[in-house]
DNA sequence: ATTATTATTGAGAATCTATTGCAATAATAA
DNA sequence: TTATTATTGCAATAGATTCTCAATAATAAT
């Protein structure tokens, strides 16, 4: 079952309405794998003329996120971005300070601290949050000087 | 060279000016180790009939951050929330999403995670900012009932 | 197919918080 | 004391998110 199959599910179990409008929004959500935020969605969806209302968009994302679809990642610009969740494992981000390039890695090392700590606090950890920062090799070379490429985001980081 | 006297260096060698509101407030931010918000300080020196503006604790932040007093922590409650650097180690963050507590650890396998991520991307990595999430021992016990009792954080989490 | 019910939409208003403009004030230097 | 100008507090602004509400449209019932 694919994304919008889980969605459509969701919201006919839910007692809601499949609209046009809620599949548009999926289907550009989905339609890369990249992490994205409202204004950003909006504006593609208005430059592909399928123009969608942003109350709309701010209507759908919780029932992406309760039908288990996206989820929340907190990037620190002032304004909440989504990844996607079905499919893609738990992973952590690098983000450069030089360009604001997010990069994803996977790391199992961090389960070992969380159970070091569960162990020695007696606390249930039930996940985690790491961020890495520093420089991409692209901002290495140009020293300082500001690149606008991202590679996992198509959110511009200003 | 305690904190205040490293803000007062600070200010004059930037060529600004020392002034009793921001004598106040770095006065109320590092009479204790807890983290803050700009909301909570601000209502905690209303209280105290000292009362500054928020424009002026605004202000004052990026003074405390550049001159190495201060940092900047989560966001993710929609606000910033900051946090003692001078004297302080690097630590990561356990928040127990039963009250809201917030405690602090030490980790140097985290260190390992960077370096070879470091390695294998050719990136130069700065930093990094862990958080572990789950339950802490308390509520655990009350098995989601909620507790207002808060260790490291006078912040109010909601 | 028609009708009834009611969830959804879009536009804009409201809200909430962080930031900024500005005139008055006050810290520092001359 | 006076001049200079950084700082303050208030109010205005900006940006993100939520809410209001009348019009619309999806679904179920007939
Ligand atoms: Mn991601
Ligand atoms: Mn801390
Ligand atoms: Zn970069
Ligand atoms: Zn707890």
Redesign the pocket.
Known sequence: MNEIEVFRKY??E?????????EV?IEEIFLTHDHF???TLYLCLKNKKC?????????????LIESGLIKEVFFED???HYEHVLGHEHHCHFRCLGCGKIIEFKQDEVLDIEKKFSRSHGFEVTGHKLELFGYCRECLKKEGKDCKVSIVDRVNPN
């Open positions: 919201v006919k839910s007692g809601l309405r499949n609209t046009p409008e809620r929004i935020d409202v204004d123009s969608i209302s942003k109350a709309s968009i701010y209507r759908t994302i919780p029932l002032g304004h909440m």
